[in-house]
């Protein structure tokens, strides 16, 4: 499965941003997707996962701020953002992996190449 991340940009605080990861090469509509972050100086952080069926995790801090979506059709994972603040300023990555949910990213085999938000105070 081959991923390939886009939608990151600069916004100023408040604002929204809609992630696209563009899966390719593999049965999409099985494969549980996910999406981490890195800021500058830490590590990677789970921020929401999607099963194939539909079930979703969030990280508590982006609960009722991000909305994570999926299109089997288009085989695309979304990740909306909303209300941004500076403290979500990071690299986005999506990954993907087989089974169950999970927030532990040494579990998904497949990564993107990350796409860069960055929210201005």
């Known amino acids: 499965v081959q991923l390939q991340a886009s939608g990151g940009g600069l916004v100023q605080a408040g604002g929204s941003l809609r992630l696209s990861c563009a899966a390719s090469?593999?049965?999409?509509?099985?494969?549980?997707m996910g999406w981490f972050r890195q800021a500058p100086g830490k590590d990677r952080e789970f921020v929401a996962a999607?099963?194939?069926?539909?079930?979703?995790e969030y990280a508590d801090s982006v609960k009722g701020q991000f909305t994570i979506s999926r299109d089997n059709a288009k085989n695309t994972a979304y990740l909306q953002m909303n209300s941004l603040k500076p403290g979500d300023t990071a690299v986005y990555y999506c990954?993907?992996?087989?089974?169950?949910?999970?927030?532990?990213?040494?579990?998904?085999?497949?990564w993107g190449q990350g796409t860069l938000v960055t929210v201005s105070s």
């Open positions: 990954a993907a992996k087989f089974g169950l949910l999970s927030r532990y990213s040494g579990q998904y085999n497949y």
């Open positions: 090469g593999g049965a999409f509509s099985t494969v549980l």
């Open positions: 999607i099963s194939w069926t539909g079930g979703i």
